[in-house]
């Protein structure tokens, strides 16, 4: 992994930023015409500083294949270290392990919950005689094939790799179609496989046609089961069951000289038709069975096939009308190539930088790539989609797509605010999406919901999170007053769901567990909450009431606004100040009120994959009131301290001791390094952000910390390198800390214009701000309101290798 570290042993320098209207003041330490060509000369393609493969090992779960923004196909290899029913990591690929079984037409990016989720449909080219069955071949010893990343080429909308069998793979996409190039080598026989029941988690049906008469292959998948194969401590298969049917179909641009089928274990050649799952069942318990076919082809002339390929997750018709409105007959690969790379640029160039390192480039892009690849489309170009009713709907008044793939404990955090500020028509459809989904299931918004399922998996209710700060960062293209009805009821009138075990602790139904028990005892209790963890249940909910209070109190709701403002302070009822002889700490109680014990800081009992030690600073809304409880400003700070070194001061931000310390694999915790501006110490929050940038960040293959979670943790990155970061949910005030390039535009969107972030020396060691200007006038606050957000302007960092120990500490300029 390469990282970023900053080089020891520089002198001061001080550098004063320019400011938006390209006035360029005195720098100390630097010339005016080094900042002013860092200004002047913005990356021309963000595109080509775009590194699929960062976050394809490491626990990373990225996938390097073909797709665009937002899109539905998402087309790219899936591994195998020798178990059909198995992949070498969540989400089909895994750098380390160079063998594949196919190239799947569908991918979430960077999940947990092994194996990840869907790869459907994986196509193998094939070379060699198709004369047994290839779900018989349950070690994937024939059917796949190894790989050099020496032959690997991956970039925005394509994917290129030579096999060693001989076949070069060339993949690219449209929004819900695909072109592929598959040239085999010369008069070998050569086959493409489709593997339609081999989905990642397995099927529970699936259905191949193949039509000589036209040069096509079409069929189906019925599947679903994420994390179906755990229930992170609960039952196992509370999840294996089936949410969406994959249709797609694939055209061939000349004829086939065999077809066949297979069944189990069961080969027929000469056959057309084929029907069968998989289960949902892992190992020996799945192996062997499924269904597929294939078409092979005379290579004696032409070693070359081309074949599109179109989805839809509503109809068969839908797909082939998909691959018609968006891939003509007779385009080529390059052709779709070239305009899913423009496609990708222009909504790259969403933020446009100057300056900075080549790797700091690649890293940065790579991580808007990343967070923008969801929200994602599950809609048809004919508005149809269906939902989480398992119905066909068509779209809302005014609403322009169906999305889908929520990863809501995850993206509250970082990517729904980035989604906003950059996408926000994005951010309203998706927002319109989630509300029809819950229309669509009794009024219940899921936490995590792919494609049309409701998976119920992590805690909390972050849908309440989510539209709450899209309303705050001026997000208005939904049903705002409707769906703020349902959340506000889905918060205070108990659901029969809530009251279900099934699934618990990590995907249980409720989306407000007990939530009776919840309003009289003002938390939720460990032995009778319906949920992961009490303590934890208490935290995210806190935090989702007081999103929605100030939601409520922006539409004139008063009454809901009171009542959920008191809530939001719920968190205090589970912060027991004689955690420790030494400390408070938040801490599970019963519904007796006593506290669940034995307790200490490492304990993960009562809160969700995080200890107490991590889920004590979980309260981004009140920040000085937790400061309060744990004995003032300073004690809060010097805590925080510990929280990210080691007893003998070095740091400890990598997740080496997570249970004590900070964990940036996982989300609980990483807002966190920006608590200490709201604690008056905010150049520790700017030196603890930076050694995060720098040394668990990075290029390569392991360049991501841990599971990218739908762009989470690349929302992460992205907003720290721009100096900001989102002060809480519900709201669309923005911290502050050193950018690290010298000039960073964010473009115009929505009736928002274009926000500037000018530091001209940010660089190397000047990670400390010394003072900022905000739209021209001095700015001694480490925060700003949501002004800069909602209207745009301008911010100009001067920066230094030296910490400024008394910017933005006056404690009445502090985040509110």
């Not at 509370?238 to 179909?249: D, G």
């Not at 065999?258 to 069942?281: C, F, I």
């Not at 890293?363 to 009713?389: E, K």
């Not at 302007?793 to 910490?803: H, I, K, N, W, Y």
């Amino acid at each position: 992994m390469q990282v970023f570290r900053r080089t020891p042993g520089r002198r001061p320098t001080v550098a004063v930023a320019v400011i938006s209207a390209g006035l360029l003041l005195p720098l100390l330490g630097g010339t005016a015409a080094s900042a002013d060509s860092a200004a002047a000369d913005p990356v021309p393609h963000p595109v080509d500083y775009v590194d699929p493969l960062i976050g394809t090992s490491n626990g990373g779960n990225t996938y390097p294949g073909a797709n665009l923004p937002f899109g539905m196909i998402a087309w790219s290899p899936t591994s195998t270290a020798g178990d059909q029913t198995n992949t070498a990591a969540s989400n089909g690929y895994s750098y380390n392990t160079t063998r594949l079984r196919g190239f799947s037409l569908t991918h979430v990016n960077g999940a947990g919950c092994h194996p990840g989720a869907a790869g459907d449909v994986p196509i193998m080219p094939f070379v060699g005689n198709v004369d047994s069955s290839p779900t018989a071949d349950t070690k994937d010893a024939k059917y796949a094939a190894n790989f050099s990343h020496d032959n690997e080429k991956a970039e925005p909308g394509r994917y290129r790799v030579g096999l060693d069998s001989g076949v070069t793979t060339d993949l690219a996409v449209s929004e819900r179609a695909g072109a592929a190039d598959f040239t085999f080598p010369q008069d070998k026989p050569a086959s493409l496989l489709f593997r339609v029941s081999n989905s990642l988690n397995g099927s529970e049906d699936a259905h191949v046609d193949i039509d000589t008469a036209h040069n096509k292959v079409t069929g189906w998948v019925e599947t679903g089961a994420f994390c179906g194969r755990r229930a992170n401590g609960g039952t196992p298969n509370n999840n294996r069951k089936s949410y969406y049917r994959l249709y797609f179909t694939a055209a061939f641009d000349r004829g086939f000289s065999s077809v066949g089928t297979w069944h189990n274990d069961q080969l027929s050649p000469g056959a057309t038709t084929a029907d069968g799952g998989e289960g949902y069942l892992t190992g020996a318990n799945r192996a062997g069975r499924g269904s597929g076919g294939y078409v092979s082809f005379d290579t004696t002339y032409d070693n070359d096939v081309h074949m599109r390929v179109g989805i839809s997750y509503v109809s068969l018709a839908g797909a082939e009308a998909n691959l018609r409105g968006e891939i003509a007959p007779k385009a080529s690969v390059e052709h779709v190539a070239e305009a899913g790379k423009g496609a990708w640029d222009r909504t790259l160039k969403a933020v446009k930088i100057s300056g900075g390192e080549e790797d700091r480039r690649t890293a940065f892009y790579t991580a808007l790539y990343h967070a923008l690849q969801q929200p994602n489309l599950i809609s048809d170009r004919d508005g149809t989609y269906v939902g989480m009713d398992r119905k066909v709907h068509t779209l809302a008044r005014g609403q322009r797509a169906q999305y889908s793939n929520f990863s809501g404990w995850d993206q509250y955090r970082a990517q729904v605010q980035l989604l906003a500020l950059l996408e926000p028509r994005v951010a309203g459809d998706f927002a319109q999406s989630l509300y029809n989904f819950a229309q669509q299931n009794d009024g219940v918004w899921d936490r995590w919901v792919h494609i049309s399922g409701a998976s119920h998996v992590m805690t909390g209710d972050p849908s309440a999170a989510t539209l709450a700060t899209f309303y705050a960062m001026g997000v208005r293209n939904f049903d705002v007053q409707g769906a703020f009805d349902s959340l506000y009821h889905q918060a205070t009138v108990p659901h029969p769901s809530g009251l279900s075990d099934a699934g618990c602790p990590g995907q249980c139904e409720g989306a407000r567990p007990n939530l009776a028990q919840y309003m009289k005892s003002g938390y939720a209790a460990q032995d009778q909450c319906h949920c992961w963890g009490g303590a934890a249940e208490t935290l995210e909910d806190s935090v989702a009431d007081a999103a929605l209070a100030q939601w409520a109190q922006r539409l004139g709701r008063d009454e809901e606004y009171r009542t959920l403002s008191e809530r939001g302070g719920y968190w205090k009822n589970v912060f027991n100040p004689a955690a420790t002889p030494d400390a408070g700490y938040i801490q599970a109680r019963n519904a007796d009120g006593s506290w669940v014990t034995p307790f200490n800081p490492a304990t993960y009992t009562g809160f969700a994959q995080g200890s107490a030690a991590t889920y004590v600073w979980m309260v981004p809304q009140d920040v000085q009131g937790l400061a309060t409880a744990m004995g003032g400003r300073d004690k809060a700070a010097a805590r925080l301290d510990d929280f990210f070194h080691n007893p003998d001061g070095s740091w400890s931000v990598d997740g080496g001791e997570y249970w004590l310390r900070y964990d940036p694999t996982n989300e609980p915790g990483i807002h966190a390094p920006w608590l200490y501006n709201a604690l008056g110490k905010p150049w520790k929050t700017q030196e603890t952000v930076r050694q995060i940038l720098d040394t668990v960040y990075g290029t390569g293959p392991a360049g991501l910390p841990g599971n990218d979670d739908l762009g989470t943790m690349s929302a992460w990155y992205v907003f720290s390198a721009l100096g900001i970061y989102p002060k809480a949910p519900g709201s669309a005030d923005m911290l502050l800390s050193a950018p690290v390039f010298p000039h960073a535009v964010i473009a115009g969107a929505g009736d928002r214009e274009e926000i500037t972030i000018d530091a001209p020396r940010a660089a190397g060691t000047n990670l400390y701000v010394e003072s900022v200007n905000l739209n021209g006038a001095q700015h001694d606050s480490s925060w700003v309101d949501d002004s800069l957000v909602r209207q745009g302007g301008s911010l100009s960092f001067e920066v230094s290798d030296r910490a400024n120990t008394s910017w933005a500490t006056d404690p009445a300029m502090l985040p509110r």
